[in-house]
T-cell receptor, first 114, second 113 residues
Framework: DSGVTQTPKHLITATGQRVTLRCSPR?????VYWYQQSLDQGLQFLIQ???????AKGNILERFSAQQFPDLHSELNLSSLELGDSALYFC?????????????FGEGSRLTVL | GENVEQHPSTLSVQEGDSAVIKCTYS??????FPWYKQELGKRPQLIID?????GEKKDQRIAVTLNKTAKHFSLHITETQPEDSAVYFC????????????FGKGMKLTVNP
């Protein structure tokens, strides 16, 4: 158990819908990262937050947004969903920023868009 | 650019053989290079990492080497075992522009008993 909690574990929805994925980092970790893992596409970096502030952005679509709340949990919002958004979405946390070491990944949220 | 290239994408070896995974990166300012292992249906987990002030690091059967001049780094697994079968990701902490940890596309290693 990495100490990073992601909910829901599985989610099935239809095209055009909106979903919210939630992540609780390890106790004391200030940085939260979101990654998308599609088949054969590795781990695509989406966005990073540090202590409530956006720190870095990757190839995150405009239909996607995220935030980190004062209690340090984070949410990734995916809207106007398309079939191609089906993927495993990982949240990870680390102890502080700038990056100093290991990322601890959650178990992921598997999104299926039908 | 902000790329981390990894090859091969798949590798099959016999138990006891060695396996090597190679990665290249584009940002010469990168200073941290971790390797993650992802078993089927599980989350990625760090197995070893190396910083730019070190050329090689070993931990039991795994070792990582870094060539900053050539901007490439490699993972070496010796005496492979079936439980080494997994997808291995290299990554680089890119500092150009905004700081971020970028992963390669992964290599699926199969160790045949």
């Amino acid at each position: 158990d990495s100490g990073v909690t992601q909910t829901p574990k599985h989610l099935i929805t239809a095209t055009g819908q909106r979903v919210t994925l939630r992540c609780s980092p390890r106790s004391g970790d200030l940085s939260v990262y979101w990654y998308q893992q599609s088949l054969d596409q590795g781990l695509q970096f989406l966005i990073q937050y540090y202590n409530g502030e956006e720190r870095a952005k990757g190839n995150i679509l405009e239909r996607f947004s995220a935030q980190q709340f004062p209690d340090l949990h984070s949410e990734l919002n995916l809207s106007s969903l398309e079939l191609g958004d089906s993927a495993l979405y990982f949240c990870a946390s680390s102890s502080q920023g700038p990056y100093t070491g290991e990322l601890f990944f959650g178990e992921g949220s598997r999104l299926t868009v039908l | 650019g902000e790329n981390v290239e990894q090859h091969p994408s798949t590798l099959s070896v016999q138990e006891g053989d060695s396996a090597v995974i190679k990665c290249t990166y584009s940002d010469s300012a990168s200073n941290y290079f971790p390797w993650y292992k992802q078993e089927l249906g599980k989350r990625p987990q760090l197995i070893i990492d190396i910083r730019s002030n070190v050329g090689e690091k070993k931990d039991q059967r795994i070792a990582v080497t870094l060539n900053k001049t050539a901007k490439h780094f490699s993972l070496h697994i010796t005496e492979t075992q079936p439980e080494d079968s997994a997808v291995y990701f290299c990554a680089a902490w890119l500092q150009g522009g905004s700081e971020k940890l970028v992963f390669g596309k992964g290599m699926k290693l199969t160790v045949n008993p």
